[in-house]
């Protein structure tokens, strides 16, 4: 099968760096799949779970946040403001941060405040639904 170069960066560390045969990501507009030869673009990625497998069978994910990929030469880079596998996720506090995000979203808040308690709410909700599946 083709593969192609990606490399997974977040803002405090590389998440993944190698072969890929097929990548899926959240997009704004739906879930985008890239594979080998895939034409030159830039996409924003929105918080959620991210697959990407390195065989085309086996697939790994990673709960992502907000960034983008760029595509060119058969190589993508993803750029996150973070990447966490969802079994490294501590539930708990997944639950407390969606509700501290909409608690402030209740409060009268300037737009930018508004925008980010927007985004810590969408990263807990992700981060929330990959927990469902690695109950501990």
């Given at each position: 099968?083709?593969?192609?170069?990606?490399?997974i960066?977040a803002?405090?560390?590389?998440?993944?760096?190698?072969?890929?045969?097929?990548?899926?990501v959240?997009?704004?507009?739906?879930?985008?799949e890239?594979?080998?030869?895939?034409?030159?673009?830039?996409?924003?990625?929105?918080?959620?779970?991210?697959?990407?497998?390195?065989?085309?069978?086996?697939?790994r994910e990673?709960?992502?946040?907000?960034?983008?990929?760029t595509?060119?030469n058969?190589?993508?880079?993803?750029?996150?403001?973070?990447?966490?596998?969802?079994?490294?996720?501590?539930?708990?506090?997944?639950?407390?941060?969606?509700?501290?995000?909409?608690?402030?979203?209740?409060q009268?808040q300037?737009i930018?405040?508004?925008?980010h308690?927007?985004?810590?709410l969408?990263?807990?909700m992700?981060?929330l639904?990959?927990?469902?599946?690695?109950k501990?």
């Amino acid at each position: 099968m083709n593969t192609f170069k990606l490399k997974i960066v977040a803002v405090d560390k590389v998440f993944f760096d190698g072969d890929c045969a097929k990548l899926i990501v959240n997009a704004p507009d739906g879930d985008l799949e890239l594979m080998a030869n895939h034409e030159a673009a830039v996409l924003a990625v929105i918080p959620g779970l991210a697959r990407f497998s390195e065989d085309g069978d086996n697939w790994r994910e990673v709960v992502t946040g907000s960034g983008f990929v760029t595509v060119s030469n058969n190589e993508a880079t993803m750029l996150v403001d973070s990447a966490e596998r969802p079994e490294d996720i501590d539930a708990v506090r997944a639950r407390e941060a969606k509700e501290r995000a909409e608690e402030k979203l209740r409060q009268e808040q300037s737009i930018r405040e508004y925008r980010h308690s927007q985004a810590s709410l969408a990263r807990a909700m992700a981060r929330l639904k990959a927990t469902s599946k690695y109950k501990r």
